[in-house]
C-alpha cells in the first residue's frame, strides 16, 4: 500500500464525493507521432542530487503528414533539443512540455530520432535521493525512480500516460562501487577512469513511463535462483541483511511457479528483481524491477505478524506482471483491469495454496473494505473517466472494490469458462493494450453469454446490493420463507436497484441446503418446504455475492451458525450480529467461540466485534483474550479492540500484554496507544519513555507517540515537539510524530493548539518528504485553517499529481467544524462512558432474569 492509499484510508484526502468541482472526463492522447525507442542516457550523482544527460527517442509516425509531438519534462534545466540525423525543427520548453515541430512532415512508418539533453536536480518527485546526514549518518546512499501514476516527467522526457510502450535502452552512469539496476536485462557494465562506471540495461518488450524504473546505490544482494533460466534477486540499502531479503522475498520463486501455471502462460520478461528502499510508499511492480518500501522488509519478530501480508503483497506485484505490464490499460479509466486482477490473483493464490477458508476470508475483507470506503466516503463506478487526477483513482473501489466483483463473475460463469477466458485474453492482449470491452468480449466468446448489462451494472454503474432480510418459520405449512429488501437506492447517488443471483441457505441436522435465487426489484419473499425450523438460515452462504447483508435470524440460530457454521465468513457474520445486541449471553459466546476458533482471520473478526459492542461483558472478554492470545497475524487487531474501551481491566491487561505478552512490534505499537487512550489513568511516564525510544523498524515507537497524543494530555506536548525535530529519533517513525501532533491540536486549548499548529507548519518544510506529507496529515486531523497559507505555499512546489491531495487536504480543513475544545470532548468522552455503564447495567439485569 502506498502512502497515499493509507492517508486515504485515515481520511485525509477523502471528501463526501469522488471527484471536486470541475473534474473532467480525460482521454487517451493522440498518437499521430509516437515514441516507440528511448535509449537514457544518464549520470547521476547522489551526492548532488542531480541527473544529466540526454535521453534520445526513436519517433514513429502513425499519419502521413504529422509533424508535431509534445514530451512531458517537469522542471528540467538546460534543456536542448535536436533531431539526431540533423534535421530541421522547431522546439520551445514551458517548464511542464517540450514541444517540437519537424519542418518537415512524416510519412505512414518514417522513424525520427529525437535528442533531449537535460539536467534535473532534486526533483520534486519521480526520482529520490538518499546520503548519510549529519543527523542521520547511518542514512544509505541510492538514488531509485518510482513513478506510479505520472511522475515519470519529473526526471524523463516522454508521454507520461500507459498507452505510449517505447523498449527501453539504459546508458547510466555512476559510482564504479555502487550496484546499477533497471528494467529489463544487463548488456555489459564498462568502468571508467574517474572512479565511475556506465551500465547498460535492455528492455526489449515494450513498457510505459510509470513501469519505467531504475536503481543504483550501495546495496545489500540475496540471489534466490531462477525460475525457467530467469534470475531472481532482491536488494536494499545496508541497514538489511540478505537474511533479512530471503525471509522477506523467498517464496517469489513458489509463487512464479504457480502464476505462470495458473495463466497457462510463461513469464514474460527477462529477470524477476525486487528492490526494497525507505521511502518509497508501497510497492510497485515495474517491469522485471519490481520496488518496495523497505517498511515492509521482513526481520525476525516482523516475520511472526507480517509474512503472510508480505506474501499477498509480492504476490499482488506479480500478477500486474501480467494484468499491467504484459497487458497494458490504454487509459487509467479501466485501472481496474490491472489493480483489481491484481488483488484477484492474491485471492486465487490463497484458494490454491492454502485452501477455501483462506479465499472465502480473502473475500469477505476485501468486501468490507471496499464498503467501508463506499459507505464512509462515496461511490464511483468501478471504471470511470471522470477523475481530478489518474492518482485519484487509486482506492477501495478499484483495488478490493473491482476484486470481489471478478470473483463474482467467476461464479456467475462458472470455473471452467471463467478461467479459459481469463487464460485466452492473457494469450490475446499480452504485449498489447486494452480496454475494459476487450476483456468482456473475451469472456463472452468462451461463455456465450451477453455481459453488456452485468457490466454496466457491476463495473460501469455505481454502488452495491443493500440487502435487509427476515426469516419465519410456519410449522403447520413446514414452509420456511424468507423476505429480502434492497435499501440501497438513491437517486441523489445515483446507486439504483440491481438485478442479480445469489443463495439462500438452510441447515437442517446439520446439513446444507441451499437455493439459487435472482434479485431484481426492492422486495422478495421465498418461501422455501422445509421439514423442521432450520438450525441456521443464510444469505450467500458460499460468500459470492457483493453485498451487504442486514440478517438477524435470532439469538438461537445465531450462536448455532457461530459454532457450527463450516464456512469462516458465517462464524464472522454471526459473530458480528450477536455482539450487535449487546447481550451478555451472546458475548459470552462470541468470547467462548473465540478460545475455540482455530482460524485466525475468523479471531481477528470476532475481537473486531467484542470492541464495538459496548459493554462490559466485552471489556471482561477482551481483558481475558489479551492474556492468551499468541498469534502475531491477530494480536495487533485485538489489542486495538480492547483499546476501544478506557478501563481499569483494559489498561491492567495491556500493561500484562506489555510486561509478559508475545514480542511482536506491531502489536506492542497499538498496545501503547490503546494505554494512551484510557486517558487520566494512562500511565504516562512510561508513555514518555517508550515514545522518546527508537524501536526496531520504528513500529512500537510509533504507537507510543500515538499514545501521547491519545492521552490528550498537555504534557505530551513538548515531547511531541521534541521528537518532531530532524534528528530527534529515527526516522521510522519521526512523520508519526507530526501525525500525533495534529491529533494532540484537535483537542487542545488554545496556546498549546498554536504551538502544535506552528509546528505542524515549520515540518512542511523538513526534509524527509515522509514528515511532509504527515504535516499535512497532522494540520488537516486539527481542522487548522490558520495554516491554509502554509498548506498552498507547500503545495505549490509540488507535482501536480501530489497538488491534487494537497487540495482535497484544504477542503477537508475548510468544510472542518471549529476545533471542539478540550471541555466539550470530556463531556462527549463522559456521555459514551455514561452509555456503557447503563448497557451494563442492563447486562446485569439480564443475568438476574436469567437466573430466576
Same mark, same amino acid.
Given at each position: ?271 524477476? *528483481? ?154 490475446? *492482449? ?159 459466546? $462470541? ?131 521534541? $521528537? ?129
Amino acid at each position: 500500500m502506498t502512502d497515499h492509499a493509507r492517508l486515504n484510508e485515515m481520511g485525509i484526502y477523502h471528501s463526501a464525493d469522488f471527484t471536486m468541482p470541475g473534474a473532467e472526463a480525460h482521454y487517451p492522447p493522440d498518437l499521430e507521432l509516437e515514441p516507440v525507442h528511448l535509449d537514457i542516457a544518464l549520470r547521476v550523482d547522489v551526492a548532488k542530487l542531480t541527473a544529466e544527460g540526454g535521453v534520445t527517442s526513436t519517433i514513429r509516425a502513425n499519419r502521413t503528414g504529422a509533424s508535431k509531438i509534445s514530451l512531458h519534462a517537469a522542471d528540467f534545466e538546460d534543456v536542448d533539443v535536436r533531431d539526431a540525423d540533423g534535421g530541421k525543427l522547431t522546439w520551445n520548453y514551458d517548464g511542464k512540455q517540450i514541444h517540437v515541430e519537424w519542418d518537415d512532415a512524416f510519412e505512414h512508418g518514417d522513424e525520427r530520432k529525437l535528442v533531449v539533453r537535460y539536467k534535473v536536480e532534486k526533483p520534486v518527485t519521480g526520482l529520490f535521493f538518499s546520503n548519510p546526514t549529519k543527523e542521520y549518518p547511518n542514512a544509505g546512499t541510492w538514488a531509485a525512480t518510482d513513478h506510479e501514476t505520472e511522475r515519470a516527467r519529473h526526471w524523463l522526457p516522454c508521454i507520461d500516460l500507459p498507452n505510449v510502450r517505447p523498449t527501453l535502452s539504459f546508458h547510466l552512469t555512476a559510482e564504479k562501487s555502487f550496484t546499477i539496476l533497471a528494467n529489463g536485462e544487463l548488456v555489459k557494465e564498462e568502468e571508467h577512469d574517474d572512479g565511475t562506471k556506465t551500465a547498460h540495461w535492455e528492455l526489449k518488450q515494450r513498457c510505459p513511463s510509470y513501469l519505467t524504473c531504475f536503481a543504483l546505490g550501495d546495496f545489500t544482494r540475496c540471489d534466490d535462483g531462477e525460475h525457467n533460466g530467469k534470475p531472481i534477486a532482491y536488494f536494499s540499502s545496508r541497514e538489511f541483511s540478505a537474511e533479512d531479503l530471503k525471509r522477506t522475498f523467498g517464496r517469489t520463486g513458489s509463487m512464479l511457479d504457480w502464476i505462470t501455471k495458473k495463466l497457462d502462460d510463461p513469464f514474460p520478461f527477462p529477470k524477476y *528483481f525486487q528492490f526494497a528502499l525507505p521511502g518509497i510508499g508501497g510497492a510497485m511492480e515495474n517491469i522485471s524491477l519490481v520496488s518496495w518500501d523497505d517498511m515492509l522488509v521482513l526481520d525476525e519478530t516482523l516475520a511472526k505478524e507480517w509474512t503472510w501480508q508480505l506474501d499477498q503483497i509480492n504476490l499482488h506485484e506479480m500478477a500486474h506482471t501480467w494484468f499491467g505490464d504484459h497487458i497494458v490499460c490504454r487509459d487509467f479509466a479501466h485501472a481496474w483491469l490491472k489493480e483489481s486482477w491484481a488483488v484477484y490473483t492474491e485471492t486465487c493464490y490463497l484458494e490454491d495454496t492454502k485452501g477455501a477458508e483462506e479465499r472465502d476470508y480473502d473475500f469477505f475483507a476485501n468486501l468490507h473494505n471496499y464498503i467501508a470506503e463506499a459507505d464512509g466516503s462515496y461511490v464511483r463506478p468501478i471504471a470511470t473517466r471522470v477523475f481530478d487526477h489518474s492518482w485519484s483513482m487509486y482506492d477501495r473501489h478499484l483495488y478490493p472494490g473491482g476484486a470481489v466483483r471478478l470473483h463474482m463473475l467467476r461464479h456467475e460463469l462458472g470455473d471452467e469458462t471463467f478461467w479459459a477466458g481469463t487464460r485466452d485474453y492473457v494469450k490475446k *492482449f499480452g504485449g498489447k493494450t486494452v480496454e475494459t470491452d476487450d476483456f468482456r468480449r473475451v469472456m463472452e466468446e468462451h461463455s456465450g453469454r451477453s455481459l453488456v448489462k452485468w457490466f454496466d451494472q457491476w463495473i460501469f454503474g455505481k454502488g452495491y446490493p443493500s440487502l435487509k432480510v427476515s426469516f419465519s418459520y410456519d410449522a403447520k405449512k413446514k414452509e420456511g420463507t424468507f423476505e429480502i429488501e434492497q435499501k440501497q437506492p438513491d437517486k441523489k447517488k445515483g446507486v439504483p436497484l440491481f438485478d442479480f443471483v445469489t443463495d439462500l441457505g438452510w441447515v437442517i441436522d446439520g446439513k446444507l441446503h441451499t437455493r439459487e435465487i435472482r434479485l431484481e426489484r426492492d422486495k422478495h419473499a421465498f418461501t422455501i418446504k422445509m421439514d423442521s425450523d432450520p438450525e441456521q438460515v443464510r444469505l450467500d452462504p458460499n460468500a459470492r455475492t457483493v453485498c451487504k447483508i442486514d440478517f438477524n435470524p435470532g439469538d438461537d440460530k445465531l450462536r448455532k451458525q457461530l459454532t457450527d457454521a463450516e464456512d469462516v465468513v458465517g462464524r464472522i457474520l454471526a459473530a458480528q450480529e450477536l455482539c450487535k445486541t449487546g447481550k451478555r449471553k451472546n458475548i459470552e459466546a $462470541v468470547r467462548d467461540a473465540y478460545r475455540k476458533e482455530k482460524f485466525w482471520g475468523v479471531r481477528v473478526r470476532m475481537a473486531g466485534a467484542l470492541g464495538g459492542a459496548a459493554s462490559h461483558t466485552a471489556v471482561e472478554a477482551l481483558a481475558d483474550l489479551l492474556g492468551v492470545e499468541q498469534d502475531g497475524m491477530v494480536c495487533e487487531t485485538l489489542v486495538r479492540a480492547a483499546g476501544k474501551y478506557r478501563d481499569p481491566l483494559i489498561r491492567d491487561a495491556l500493561q500484562r500484554f506489555l510486561e509478559k505478552g508475545p514480542q511482536l512490534y506491531r502489536a506492542r505499537g497499538a498496545a501503547w496507544e490503546a494505554l494512551g487512550a484510557q486517558r487520566q489513568n494512562a500511565p504516562f511516564e512510561q508513555l514518555i519513555e517508550a515514545a522518546k525510544q527508537d524501536t526496531p523498524l520504528g513500529w512500537e515507537q510509533q504507537g507510543a507517540l500515538r499514545s501521547l497524543a491519545e492521552t490528550r494530555d498537555a504534557k505530551a506536548l513538548p515531547v511531541l515537539l521534541e $521528537v518532531s525535530k530532524n534528528g530527534a529519533t529515527s526516522n521510522r517513525a519521526r512523520h508519526v510524530a507530526a501525525l500525533a501532533l495534529g491529533t494532540f491540536a484537535h483537542y487542545a486549548e488554545t496556546h498549546d493548539r498554536e504551538q502544535a499548529v506552528e509546528r505542524l507548519k515549520d515540518l512542511l518544510r523538513d526534509p524527509t518528504q515522509r514528515v511532509q506529507k504527515m504535516a499535512v496529515a497532522g494540520l488537516r486531523g486539527a481542522g487548522a485553517t490558520e495554516a491554509l497559507g502554509a498548506i498552498q505555499a507547500y503545495g505549490n512546489a509540488l507535482s501536480e499529481q501530489e497538488q491534487t491531495d494537497i487540495k482535497r487536504a484544504m477542503a477537508g480543513i475548510r468544510a472542518s467544524t471549529k476545533p471542539k475544545s478540550a471541555g466539550v470532548d470530556k463531556q462527549l468522552d463522559e456521555f459514551r462512558e455514561t452509555v456503557r455503564k447503563l448497557n451494563d447495567r442492563i447486562e446485569k439485569l439480564e443475568s438476574r432474569l436469567d437466573s430466576e
